[in-house]
């Protein structure tokens, strides 16, 4: 199957080198001219445009910054829909808004093709080893079709319903993580001031209630200083006021999501919006005159667990699960 892939920043750049090295037929496309030359010293091909891309390929896969990129992608006179033809599928891999990705997945069907949104999380490590998550909404038949692609992105992949549950869930989890990242920020700036020494807070947090996979990665590159995850602010506040939007589509009155969006926006202010998003914590620093340091933790996240072949995790009764049976 021949593969054409929009898109080779953070993310997508990892999750296009991982078809690469599975042997795909790989088409790539980026406004970088040296990310595509460097895919193409590897073996890819470069299409001179989305139109061309996709209409050399089977599947299209686009990994954008935001909504509108993905929309003048998709839609331009030289756009992807234009070399679109019956029987192409679309993959929309960017973490985007649910409507738009309902309303370019319904002018792909009626140009005979077929569209599923896959947004990915678990963080440019993980994309980059293949043990990403993915979620992916659309009918059952393409994610069938499609599920060995996704497997060699991904590992825990998860068929979440039509077309756009899965960008729906992908702005939820990111805005879980983001509140996990703020709240973390706060605990470690006040064990600072507090005196107690911050290894052993990392630790005590990782043994508690209180862990999550936020703190036992991000937690780490903040104490080293370094701060990298490779992700920055302007997208945090993407993500989160995507998550946002979502809430007052629906007349849910959130009370957290709008402060983070604020607190965001805020050091985006301070600090740039392409400031790394771990630095969030400067704003707390810099109002206590501490720095909040460890010692001994890495200043890039790393990815230890084996990559296995992907696989769909399908959801059930999560009582039948021993670990989540309270104990007496």
Known sequence: ????????????????????????????????????????????????????????????ITCLPSPDI?????????????????????LEMSTTDQTEARRLGARVKELG??????????????????????????DRETFERVLPILAILGQR????????????????????CTAHLVALCEAFTVAKVAGLDLNTCYEAIRISS??????????QVILNGSRDINFTMDLVIKDVGLFDALAQE????????PLIVSIFKDGANRYGPRELSPN??????????????????????????????GYEVTPGNRMTHPQWVHPK
């Open 250 to 257: 629906l007349n849910v009155p959130l009370e957290l999501s």
């Open 210 to 219: 209180g862990n999550s996979f936020v703190h036992e990665t991000e937690s």
């Open 280 to 309: 969030i914590i400067r704003r707390l620093e810099d109002a206590c005159g501490v720095q909040v340091l460890g010692e001994g933790f890495p200043a890039r996240m790393v990815d230890h667990e084996p990559k296995v072949s």
């Open 113 to 138: 093709g077929f569209a599923m949104d896959c947004p990915v999380s678990g963080g440019c490590h993980r994309a980059a080893t293949g043990n990403i998550s993915i979620f992916a909404g659309g």
């Open 1 to 60: 199957m021949r593969i054409g892939f929009i898109g080779l920043g953070n993310v997508g750049g990892q999750l296009a080198g991982n078809l690469l090295t599975h042997g795909v037929d790989l088409t790539v496309r980026d406004i970088d001219a040296r990310r595509v030359a460097s895919f193409v010293a590897l073996g890819a091909k470069a299409a001179d445009s989305p139109r061309q891309l996709a209409a050399s390929v089977d599947v299209v």
């Open 157 to 176: 992949i998860l068929h979440t319903g039509p077309i756009g549950s899965a960008s729906a869930l992908k702005v939820l989890t990111n805005y879980l």
């Open 70 to 90: 993905c929309k003048e992608v998709m839609e331009a006179s030289e756009g992807v829909l234009a070399g679109f033809s019956p029987g192409k599928i679309w």
